[in-house]
């Protein structure tokens, strides 16, 4: 439930400006590499998410910052929410005016084999895939 809170908060208000992400991969030529992800979350989010926890019944402090970044930091999630990941890197988190922002950065050994899921809310809170990638080695170049 509280993963569903925080994805309605964040796509209600991604148009409006209170999160920046940015991904860089990063691929080496035997197919290894690494994904950073930085995350910026505009500190009046975190007021709103606290807000629609209370009124879904969610205990104080279950929609905060500490609990956002949860879902990037806690090494079980990680495994949980991920295949062919080998390491990955939580940044230090830092204030930047209105924005709280951090990175995390996942290692890979084979970027076919790199998946990213999400959890749906509900009784089954079932993996669903959301990121994957595939490399294509064309013969001459980008057709």
Known sequence: M?????LAAALLLLPYGCIQADQETTLYPDGSGKV?????V????MKVAEEMAKQNGLPPGKAGIE?????????????K???GVVGWKAGRRREDGEWIRTAFTAYFDDVNKLRIYSTEAGP??????SVAWRLSKLKNGAN
């Open 2 to 6: 509280r993963s569903f809170l925080r």
């Open 124 to 129: 089954n809170q079932e993996r669903k895939l």
């Open 67 to 79: 609990d956002f970044f949860a879902e990037f930091e806690a090494p079980e999630k990680i495994r």
């Open 36 to 40: 950073v992800f930085e995350i910026g």
């Open 81 to 83: 929410n991920t295949e």
């Open 42 to 45: 505009k500190k009046s989010m």
